[in-house]
């Protein structure tokens, strides 16, 4: 036989094979042999539609999924309140009204007390530390673990980086001016603020302009310059305060139900898995690269005032932040190994930055300065 013919023949016949288990869904416009099944899901998330970063990152997600998966794996993205409230993402998830879902794990502090760890915890983690703890330092098996019993599979899904300490209608220089302050403040920044008399308050993102403005609240926090600028916060708050003690890293995270997660097979769970793990990253380089020429715009455009919180207040905030922790976890055998694996990486990885990435910051600002 001639050698060509032959093997033009053999491939002629093993592109006929592949397309034979395909169906016409399966296999129009990929070039995938499939004879694979496809999923459509619904990604329900805690933010607008859309919104800068917090909004676009599962949008992102779900194209790079579609692409990798040659169109195996198709996620619909809702914003906040399109088919659940913010803050019912996670049951909506857990009970399977959705696959899949995108928000912050402090919002679910009531399900378990181990949760804000997930996001940030006061004075703790920043962002790099965050990944590190997680994918290197024992955290996504205890997430893992934490999750499971409510029918979820977690991933870290973005970082803001250090947010802000938030937009005040009056000035904080000592600690008698948290005193009666209603803020907007989730997680364990709220309980930190209760307990220096202010009144924390939970409420979505959509809600919290017309709140300041009304007057319901007198402050807010949300995340950072370039988000908070497209809130508007500037025509409404006079101080923008420095730095977010209480989200130095604030982690959001993607979860899947947990029966829809272990019905895909090993490719596609693959392929998700390295997705988040993308669009983790990428929201991080997205605030990095956005927020000075927000915060530019806000300062030179718009007048905003912008404050340092006084170190006593810091002060004050870091110890009442330690108190708060520890009795979270008192009592719960479950949070305290959270609790204790994540102080013990938080031990290692501040000595070590102490002579890299703080001495580095340090002497950066001195010789430019």
Known sequence: ??????????GLGAATAALAGCGQQDCADTGVSAGGKTYTW???????????GLGTTPERFAELVEK??????????????????AFEVFDAVSQGSAQMGHGAAYYWKGKHPATPFFTAVPFGLTAQEMNGWLHHGGGQALYDELYQQFNLKPFAGGSTGVQMAGWFNREINTLEDLKGLKMRIPGLGGEVLERLGGTPVQLPGGELFTALQTGTIDATEWVGPYNDLTFGFHKIARYYYYPGWHEPGAMLEFIINREVWESLPEDLQAIVSAAARAMNQDMLDEYTARNNAALKQLVNEHNVQLRQLPEPVMRALKKASDDVVSELVAGNEQARRVYESYKAFEKDVVAYHRISEQAYLNLRTSVMD
Request: proline share 8%; aromatic share 10%; charged share 25%.
């Open 1 to 10: 036989m001639d050698r060509r013919k032959f093997i033009s023949t053999l």
């Open 42 to 52: 619904k990604l329900v998330t805690t933010w607008p539609k859309n919104y800068p």
């Open 68 to 85: 990798m998966s040659a169109g195996r794996i198709r996620i619909k993205v809702y914003g906040a309140g399109e088919i659940v409230p």
